[in-house]
Nanobody, 122 residues
Framework: QVHLVESGGGLVQPGGSLRLSCAASGSIAMFNTMGWYRQDPGKQRELVATITSGGSTNYADSVKGRFTISRDNAKNTVYLQMNSLKPEDTAVYYC????????????????WGQGTQITVSS
């Protein structure tokens, strides 16, 4: 069984910073792509940033230059450093982790964290 545990969410003023972390545990030794997504009430879930096991990153245009994603493969942990936060960054942030294709079935499974609330407000 695989679980993703997030931490670091909370309330912050505009212009402030937060750092999220997500630790994966369970039967999977190494994940392929890990990432962060967010969803505001009434909005669809959107990509924030992803990072491959080799360190290749991808960012949404809205966060590029402000957010940085990183990972520690030995710990199966992914991080999101968020700087210069804006009110429009307010959302529930979800961690994701994707497996490599399974040897026999070639299936790929994606696991999700429980979500953590980020509120940017004065």
């Amino acid at each position: 069984q695989v679980h993703l545990v997030e931490s670091g969410g909370g309330l912050v003023q505009p212009g402030g910073s937060l750092r999220l972390s997500c630790a994966a545990s369970g039967s999977i030794a190494m994940f392929n792509t890990m990432g962060w997504y967010r969803q505001d009430p009434g909005k669809q879930r959107e990509l924030v940033a992803t990072i491959t096991s080799g360190g290749s990153t991808n960012y949404a245009d809205s966060v590029k230059g402000r957010f940085t994603i990183s990972r520690d493969n030995a710990k199966n942990t992914v991080y999101l450093q968020m700087n210069s936060l804006k009110p429009e960054d307010t959302a529930v942030y979800y961690c994701s982790a994707e497996t490599w294709p399974q040897a026999l079935s070639f299936a790929i499974r994606t696991y999700w964290g429980q979500g953590t609330q980020i509120t940017v407000s004065s």
